[in-house]
């Protein structure tokens, strides 16, 4: 009797100590603002912090702003505001139960009210309505277009505490946009200036220069916004060892132009042994990261380090489909484009493909990064496609070519 007593004591003090060990639970992610590290959750201190009020089993948050989960976004509980000690994650919404080290919660855009118990990691996404005015980006440089009122603008914003807001990636095209509020015209903001600067007014349009896809922060008291592409670094020990994390910069960081194609020259590469390898990561951070076994190409992510083989590459990598191409530097021929024309774009009904090399597969990838349409076929039926920006990945034998598209 002794003896079982002693074990139920023991077993109070272990669960006891496990839930000392938590001093804090946040709830971090693309969706909510920015991962740990992203300029909306810089850190040290994750943004949105939940409170308990029972000793460390239900924890709370009263409000919280967000956006629509992307293929690699949504949101995550994490303890310590650390990726070193504990986090939960699973992919359903607006309820689930979670599991330590979880897939990412796949949420949808509104404002809520959040409950986490860790004793049976239960967790539920309850709507409310939001204590804060919306912030969207409208114009002839989103999918959506200039506002058709009444409407419900696409690109809206997230926010904690009604004046700074932040977004997830968002494609933009060469022209023109704005910042409104609530959905209508009442109030807007302008600027002549990009991809940042001050409010000047709300009668000028700020003109977007270089497509991409951009993230996004606006300050609704101040009216100052930046627009900025995340970065990606190729990391590992094939490529020189991996991070040092917490605060590291990535030796290895991939140029780009558009916040989708990313390039990095003359990269040398070991042999990958067991458990090295190599992987794509974005904002020096593991909060959002991509690899394959295969190589030295890949279409897709799955999650593994990339199998390298030794010598010095030419790496292409787009952050939109996953997909990459190690080229190595004594091939004449590398990083030739496909050379493909699509015809007509935008289109209400049909894409045309024409090559200079035979097909073997194309890769219809909307915004999100979700995979709608794959086929080999030159010509593509896209009228029952919803209006917006997609991407076309072009594999023939030698190349891979990624082309945005534009569905009317």
Same mark, same amino acid.
Request: proline share 4%.
């Given at each position: 009797?002794?003896?079982?007593?002693?074990?139920?004591?023991?077993?109070?003090?272990?669960?006891?100590?496990?839930?000392?060990?938590?001093?804090?639970?946040?709830?971090?992610?693309?969706?909510?603002?920015?991962?740990?590290?992203?300029?909306?959750?810089?850190?040290?201190?994750?943004?949105?912090?939940?409170?308990? %009020?029972?000793?460390?089993?239900?924890?709370?948050?009263?409000?919280?702003?967000?956006?629509?989960? %992307?293929?690699?976004?949504?949101?995550?509980?994490?303890?310590?505001?650390?990726?070193?000690?504990?986090?939960?994650?699973?992919?359903?919404?607006?309820?689930?139960?979670?599991?330590?080290?979880?897939?990412?919660?796949?949420?949808?855009?509104?404002?809520?009210?959040?409950?986490?118990?860790?004793?049976?990691?239960?967790?539920?996404?309850? *709507?409310?309505?939001?204590?804060?005015?919306?912030?969207?980006?409208?114009?002839?440089?989103?999918?959506?277009?200039?506002?058709?009122? *009444?409407?419900?603008?696409?690109?809206?914003?997230?926010?904690?505490?009604?004046?700074?807001?932040?977004?997830?990636?968002?494609?933009?095209?060469?022209?023109?946009?704005?910042?409104?509020?609530?959905?209508?015209?009442?109030?807007?903001?302008?600027?002549?200036?990009?991809?940042?600067?001050?409010?000047?007014?709300?009668?000028?349009?700020?003109?977007?220069?270089?497509?991409?896809?951009?993230?996004?922060?606006?300050?609704?008291?101040?009216?100052?916004?930046?627009?900025?592409?995340?970065?990606?670094?190729?990391?590992?020990?094939?490529?020189?060892?991996?991070?040092?994390?917490?605060? %590291?910069?990535? %030796?290895?960081?991939?140029?780009?132009?558009?916040?989708?194609?990313?390039?990095?020259?003359?990269?040398?590469?070991?042999?990958?042994?067991?458990?090295?390898?190599?992987?794509?990561?974005?904002?020096?951070?593991?909060?959002?990261?991509?690899?394959?076994?295969?190589?030295?190409?890949?279409?897709?992510?799955?999650?593994?380090?990339?199998?390298?083989?030794?010598?010095?590459?030419?790496?292409?990598?787009?952050?939109?489909?996953?997909?990459?191409?190690?080229?190595?530097?004594?091939?004449?021929?590398?990083?030739?484009?496909?050379?493909?024309?699509?015809?007509?774009?935008?289109?209400?009904?049909?894409?045309?493909?024409?090559?200079?090399?035979?097909?073997?597969?194309?890769?219809?990838?909307?915004?999100?990064?979700?995979?709608?349409?794959?086929?080999?076929?030159?010509?593509?039926?896209?009228?029952?496609?919803?209006?917006?920006?997609?991407?076309?990945?072009?594999?023939?034998?030698?190349?891979?070519?990624?082309?945005?598209?534009?569905?009317?």
């Amino acid at each position: 009797m002794k003896k079982i007593y002693f074990l139920l004591v023991l077993a109070g003090l272990t669960f006891s100590t496990s839930y000392a060990q938590i001093t804090s639970i946040a709830l971090v992610g693309e969706a909510s603002g920015g991962w740990p590290g992203d300029p909306g959750n810089p850190g040290p201190t994750d943004v949105h912090q939940l409170t308990s %009020t029972d000793g460390g089993v239900v924890w709370t948050l009263a409000s919280v702003t967000l956006t629509t989960a %992307t293929a690699t976004g949504g949101v995550k509980f994490r303890s310590n505001n650390s990726w070193a000690s504990t986090n939960w994650g699973a992919a359903a919404f607006p309820s689930g139960t979670a599991t330590v080290n979880g897939a990412n919660i796949n949420c949808t855009a509104g404002t809520y009210s959040v409950t986490f118990n860790t004793s049976n990691l239960a967790y539920v996404f309850t *709507p409310i309505a939001s204590v804060f005015p919306t912030i969207a980006i409208v114009g002839s440089a989103t999918a959506q277009g200039w506002p058709e009122d *009444p409407q419900v603008d696409t690109e809206q914003l997230s926010t904690s505490d009604g004046i700074t807001y932040r977004s997830n990636v968002i494609a933009l095209t060469i022209g023109g946009l704005k910042f409104r509020q609530n959905n209508n015209w009442s109030v807007s903001w302008g600027g002549t200036t990009f991809p940042s600067g001050p409010q000047v007014g709300n009668s000028e349009n700020i003109v977007v220069t270089t497509p991409g896809n951009y993230r996004v922060v606006f300050n609704r008291t101040t009216g100052a916004y930046t627009f900025n592409f995340p970065t990606i670094s190729i990391v590992g020990e094939a490529v020189g060892g991996w991070p040092g994390d917490p605060g %590291t910069i990535d %030796t290895h960081q991939l140029t780009t132009a558009d916040g989708e194609n990313y390039t990095i020259n003359n990269l040398v590469v070991t042999t990958a042994t067991t458990g090295g390898g190599a992987k794509f990561r974005q904002d020096n951070a593991w909060s959002v990261n991509w690899g394959n076994e295969a190589f030295p190409s890949a279409t897709l992510s799955n999650g593994a380090n990339i199998v390298t083989v030794a010598g010095t590459y030419n790496v292409l990598f787009n952050r939109i489909t996953g997909a990459y191409n190690f080229n190595s530097t004594l091939n004449n021929t590398q990083f030739a484009k496909v050379k493909t024309v699509v015809y007509p774009n935008p289109t209400s009904n049909s894409w045309n493909f024409s090559t200079s090399n035979e097909i073997k597969s194309i890769k219809i990838i909307d915004i999100s990064g979700k995979l709608i349409h794959s086929t080999a076929a030159k010509s593509i039926d896209a009228s029952s496609f919803t209006s917006g920006i997609y991407f076309a990945q072009v594999q023939t034998e030698s190349a891979i070519e990624t082309i945005k598209l534009i569905k009317q």
